[in-house]
């Protein structure tokens, strides 16, 4: 059954690049949330999933193709939902039996189901994935990682983002090679990243502005540590840019950011003004950290200015086109401009 939101308000309007609202908001017993910059998707307190914005691709998993901006589509078939990931234009979850199921965009077999659709779903299941702990999309590929460290990918491999030695696109899953103790993954356009159970962080894939922060501009198809960079506790990407939290609260960056004006880093760099930090959440125009004492955020080689939201009782938080999207306590969903 579709989940209506009567205290959804749309204030601003669609942005033809993201079609995202720039305001809103949902009571909507939502404990996480997952977004790029055409659509975002959050995980009830029920264990299901629902989605909102753009849906030319069905990545909303409804089984339409209708965009929403306004309600928030239940995606059908799917429960039990431990993990959630959102891409370009589809997204996947963990869910029952532990397995991987995704809808949407499947060009490049993103979907991983080993056909090429232009539309799949609504919630295919990847074969031969079971038993993950997380989850990462990028642009046009999704990696897993397994309870036992283990990281598979599948979809576009041009860069190399598969990380298994190959250029070749991979309609079904392939292993990272020389990865067995991965705890969380990251991934942007054409990139992906790996926090290792020791606190190293370890990327592969596209570096053309140094997103993989290993200290020049080479692609490659298998992982590599990024520089000069441990006790991590936290990473996100997207498209260019990656961030990372240290157990000291500090968030450290690299890669590019296209609005900010900045050049690009090949190695981690410190951002200003952040410390405390629990959670990072990277965005189309702008990074955001969770903190102890609220929500800050910076463009790169910015230094970080608290955003205008309340703070306070938020669990989990995601950049959604122009928007920061967080999540309360009570499970109220709340999107804005991050100033």
Same mark, same amino acid.
């Given at each position: 059954?579709?989940?209506?939101?009567?205290?959804?308000?749309?204030?601003?309007?669609?942005?033809?690049?993201?079609?995202?609202?720039?305001?809103?908001?949902?009571?909507? %017993?939502?404990?996480?949330?997952?977004?790029?910059?055409?659509?975002?998707?959050?995980?009830?307190?029920?264990?299901?999933?629902?989605? @909102?914005?753009?849906?030319?691709?069905?990545?909303?998993?409804?089984?339409?193709? =209708?965009?929403?901006?306004?309600?928030?589509?239940?995606?059908?078939? +799917?429960?039990?939902?431990?993990?959630?990931?959102?891409?370009?234009?589809?997204?996947?979850?963990?869910?029952?039996?532990?397995?991987?199921? /995704? @809808?949407?965009?499947?060009?490049?077999?993103?979907?991983?189901?080993?056909? +090429?659709?232009?539309?799949?779903? $609504?919630?295919? $299941?990847?074969?031969?994935?079971?038993?993950?702990?997380?989850?990462?999309?990028?642009?046009?590929?999704?990696?897993?990682?397994?309870? =036992?460290?283990?990281?598979?990918? @599948?979809g576009a491999n041009d860069s190399g983002q598969l990380g298994d030695g190959s250029r070749a696109d991979r309609v079904s899953p *392939?292993? *990272?090679?020389? +990865?067995?103790?991965?705890?969380?993954?990251?991934?942007?356009?054409?990139?992906? /990243?790996?926090?290792?159970?020791? !606190?190293? *962080?370890?990327?592969? !894939?596209l570096n053309s502005v140094g997103q993989l922060g290993v200290g020049d501009r080479e692609d490659r198809s298998e992982p590599s540590?990024?520089?000069?960079?441990?006790?991590?506790?936290? +990473?996100?990407?997207?498209?260019?840019?990656?961030?990372?939290?240290?157990?000291?609260?500090?968030?450290?960056?690299? !890669?590019?950011?296209?609005?900010?004006?900045? $050049?690009?880093?090949?190695?981690?760099?410190? *951002?200003?003004?952040?410390?405390?930090?629990?959670?990072?959440?990277?965005?189309?125009?702008?990074? /955001? !950290?969770?903190?102890?004492?609220?929500?800050?955020?910076?463009?790169? %080689?910015?230094?970080?200015?608290?955003? $205008?939201?309340?703070?306070?009782?938020?669990?989990?938080?995601?950049?959604?086109?122009?928007?920061?999207?967080?999540?309360?306590?009570?499970?109220?969903?709340?999107?804005?401009?991050?100033?």
């Amino acid at each position: 059954m579709l989940h209506r939101t009567p205290l959804a308000i749309v204030l601003g309007t669609l942005l033809l690049t993201g079609c995202t609202q720039s305001e809103a908001a949902f009571s909507a %017993g939502a404990t996480a949330i997952a977004a790029d910059y055409r659509h975002a998707c959050i995980v009830r307190d029920n264990r299901t999933v629902a989605c @909102w914005g753009d849906n030319r691709t069905a990545q909303l998993g409804d089984g339409t193709t =209708d965009d929403s901006f306004d309600d928030l589509r239940t995606v059908t078939d +799917i429960y039990d939902v431990r993990e959630l990931t959102v891409g370009e234009d589809f997204s996947c979850a963990v869910a029952q039996r532990a397995e991987v199921r /995704c @809808w949407g965009l499947n060009l490049l077999g993103q979907v991983g189901n080993g056909q +090429i659709l232009a539309i799949a779903g $609504p919630t295919t $299941p990847v074969p031969e994935v079971t038993g993950s702990i997380g989850l990462a999309a990028g642009r046009n590929h999704t990696c897993a990682v397994a309870a =036992d460290g283990r990281v598979r990918c @599948w979809g576009a491999n041009d860069s190399g983002q598969l990380g298994d030695g190959s250029r070749a696109d991979r309609v079904s899953p *392939v292993e *990272v090679v020389d +990865i067995d103790n991965a705890v969380s993954l990251s991934a942007g356009a054409g990139f992906t /990243c790996a926090l290792l159970e020791d !606190g190293e *962080v370890t990327c592969w !894939g596209l570096n053309s502005v140094g997103q993989l922060g290993v200290g020049d501009r080479e692609d490659r198809s298998e992982p590599s540590t990024v520089s000069d960079l441990d006790r991590v506790v936290a +990473i996100d990407s997207q498209l260019a840019s990656t961030c990372a939290v240290r157990n000291d609260g500090s968030v450290w960056c690299w !890669g590019s950011d296209y609005h900010s004006g900045e $050049p690009s880093t090949a190695v981690p760099r410190r *951002v200003d003004g952040i410390s405390g930090a629990k959670v990072v959440t990277v965005g189309e125009q702008r990074s /955001c !950290g969770l903190t102890q004492s609220g929500i800050l955020c910076w463009n790169h %080689g910015s230094s970080a200015v608290p955003a $205008p939201t309340d703070s306070t009782d938020v669990v989990d938080l995601a950049l959604f086109g122009p928007s920061l999207c967080t999540v309360s306590r009570a499970g109220e969903v709340t999107c804005r401009p991050p100033g």
